[in-house]
């Protein structure tokens, strides 16, 4: 399977429902969640660039950080190596 057929697998299990959700990327792959208002996301393993629609400037996640999104806009996040990640 190429990489761009695992983005897009992963893209449409976040279409489906986020909640509970434990997700593995990639180095380099994308997750975008849009109207992310009242959802957690914690980094399990690896390392996460997240970037936040409303915000100027972007967050690394590392193992055992979470980030409370407060703002209804999109959210990207990149692995930045191998890496897992929950959204509640």
Same mark, same amino acid.
């Given at each position: 399977?190429?990489?761009?057929?695992?983005?897009?697998?992963?893209?449409?299990?976040?279409?489906?429902?986020? /909640?509970?959700?434990?997700?593995?990327?990639?180095?380099?792959?994308?997750? /975008?969640?849009?109207?992310?208002?009242?959802?957690?996301?914690?980094?399990?393993?690896?390392?996460?660039?997240?970037?936040?629609?409303?915000?100027?400037?972007?967050?690394?996640?590392?193992?055992?950080?979470?980030?409370?999104?407060?703002?209804?806009?999109?959210?990207?996040?990149?692995?930045?190596?191998?890496?897992?990640?929950?959204? /509640?």
């Amino acid at each position: 399977m190429s990489s761009m057929s695992n983005l897009l697998s992963v893209l449409q299990i976040h279409g489906t429902g986020l /909640a509970d959700r434990s997700l593995r990327l990639q180095p380099g792959e994308v997750v /975008a969640i849009d109207h992310g208002k009242g959802r957690k996301i914690a980094c399990t393993s690896g390392v996460l660039w997240v970037t936040l629609e409303h915000e100027g400037d972007d967050i690394i996640l590392e193992p055992q950080q979470t980030l409370d999104i407060d703002e209804n806009g999109r959210v990207v996040i990149e692995a930045l190596g191998n890496s897992a990640f929950k959204v /509640a």
